[in-house]
């Protein structure tokens, strides 16, 4: 099983940088990703909402499974290529300082038919560099906003 955790302070309010990451657009500052967004007919985050992401030779399609603004939400993902058992992403926000610090795990397999250890080898790495350059994206976009504020 792949346990990915990482974390980053972010200096902004635990709302803006909640909203910002709860917004599905939000993870095309992911390398890989190419597009991102609410499925049809969803117009915006809350239980049941369901957002789809497609990137270089992978698509996803999460489900929001809890939604506590701007304490945290958790996703899962139903479907997928490569295919995912997904036991859940969650997202934490919790005030630090001046800033807000989150907190992102994520838990997941890959079936044996789709390369099971091997693509989770490598699933762990893209992921992991993926998470990490969305959290730094929020950060650059919210911390230079906060200061063209000031």
């Not at 499925?39 to 030779?57: D, I, K, N, T």
């Amino acid at each position: 099983m792949v346990e990915l955790h990482v974390e980053r302070t972010i200096a902004a309010s635990p709302e803006q940088v909640f909203d910002w990451l709860a917004d599905p657009r939000s993870l095309t500052a992911a390398p890989l990703v190419l597009k991102a967004g609410w499925a049809q007919g969803v117009s915006g985050p809350a239980v049941g909402a369901l957002r789809e992401v497609h990137g270089v030779g992978t698509w996803f399609r999460e489900e929001i499974t809890a939604f506590d603004r701007p304490r945290s939400y958790a996703y899962l993902i139903v479907r997928s290529f490569p295919p995912f058992n997904h036991e859940g992403g969650t997202l934490t926000f919790t005030p630090s300082g001046d800033g807000t610090h989150v907190d992102w795990r994520s838990n997941y397999t890959h079936p044996g038919r789709a390369g099971g250890a091997l693509l989770e080898a490598i699933t762990r790495r893209l992921l992991r560099s993926s998470f990490l350059a969305i959290l730094a994206a929020c950060a650059k976009a919210l911390e230079s906003q906060q200061r063209s504020q000031q």
